[in-house]
């Protein structure tokens, strides 16, 4: 990873940890003073390198533990609120911003309390982590 790149990649967890859910090459722009061309080649790289992963109009879809879209799993601290891929990305988004809940479809739910997972629930994968990259969106 380049220091561009770096960088890029930092904003976009910074925004993804304020509680942007849209992260566009328009605001990285804006946000962090590069130009348009820099973030666009910057975020394809960190594309192809699996650090983050993009939608089809070049907008952050992830960066891992976070998500842009609702997925029906999200970590919450008291009234914030986090999209995450999975159940296992809430309970690291937990792990990075504080005790909160992790919520799940269906109602499930698991609390994290003094950094200890308190689960109501399972989590269970589905797909093995030596393939999750084969179909990232599904896994």
Request: a negative charge.
């Given at each position: 990873m380049n220091p561009l790149e770096r960088e890029v990649r930092a904003k976009v967890y910074e925004l993804f940890r304020e509680g942007a859910v849209e992260i566009t090459p328009e605001v990285l722009?804006?946000?962090?003073?590069?130009?348009r061309e820099?973030?666009?080649?910057?975020?394809v790289s960190l594309h192809a390198a699996h650090r983050i992963v993009l939608k089809p109009d070049g907008h952050v879809w992830m960066a891992h533990p976070f998500s842009s879209v609702d997925t029906g799993y999200r970590a919450r601290i008291g009234e914030r609120l986090w999209n995450a891929n999975c159940a296992w990305d809430a309970l690291a988004i937990l792990a990075l911003l504080g005790d909160g809940r992790a919520e799940g479809p269906n109602g499930l739910t698991w609390g994290v309390r003094d950094g200890q997972v308190r689960p109501e629930g399972l989590v269970h994968l589905v797909v093995?982590?030596?393939r999750?990259?084969?179909d990232i969106?599904?896994?």
């Open positions: 722009t804006e946000r962090g003073g590069w130009t820099m973030v666009g080649q910057a975020l093995p982590v030596s999750f990259w084969d969106g599904f896994t």
